[in-house]
């Protein structure tokens, strides 16, 4: 791990912070003794069909550690046609994709990044942070991954 080269990038300023991919929790605990600044966050695979953080122990690490876990291909896996996920959609009035996402933000330390190129879908993708879901749709995804 080339990390005395990124921590000089950090002191020209020409980096202002330092984050990792694909990173399991040896690595990652590695990289912050080696790492002059915080790693601020390990951006991973993570959605509601794909729990490999939840069972390999990044997601506790990460919350334990404040670090930010960011999710990568939230959407994947076919979350989007999943019928609990349909059925929660539809009873709040929104999409799939925002209760996919909701699913993720609502849990400390993680962030995701949903892409898109369609605007409607990048718009649909933001309002995902106003859905208020309830404790037992909680409960009901978290079952199904
Ligand atoms: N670090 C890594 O190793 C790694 C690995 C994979 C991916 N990534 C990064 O993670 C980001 C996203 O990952 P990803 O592209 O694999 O997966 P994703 O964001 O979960 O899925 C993208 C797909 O979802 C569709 N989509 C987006 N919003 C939607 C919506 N509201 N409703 C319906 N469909 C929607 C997109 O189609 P439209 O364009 O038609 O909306 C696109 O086909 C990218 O920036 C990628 O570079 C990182």
Excluded at 13 to 39: I, Q
Excluded at 68 to 74: K, V
Excluded at 78 to 99: E, K, M, N, S, Y
Aim: net charge negative; proline share 6%.
């Amino acid at each position: 791990m080339r990390f005395p080269w990124k921590n000089e990038l950090v002191a020209d300023d020409r980096v202002k912070r330092v984050g990792v991919s694909n990173f399991d929790v040896p690595l990652l605990r590695r990289s912050m003794e080696l790492c002059a600044t915080p790693v601020i966050t390990n951006q991973v695979h993570y959605n509601l069909l794909h729990r490999e953080p939840e069972t390999n122990g990044m997601l506790d690490f990460c919350q334990r550690e404040g670090v930010i876990l960011t999710a990568y291909s939230p959407l994947k896996n076919d979350v989007l046609t999943h019928p609990v996920v349909a059925r929660i959609a539809a009873h709040h009035g929104v999409t799939p994709a925002q209760i996919a996402i909701n699913w993720l933000v609502r849990q400390p330390y993680v962030i995701t990044i949903p892409k898109s190129s369609d605007i409607e879908h990048a718009q649909e993708n933001l309002d995902a942070l106003q859905v208020n879901l309830s404790d037992d749709d909680v409960a009901q995804l978290n079952r199904i991954g």
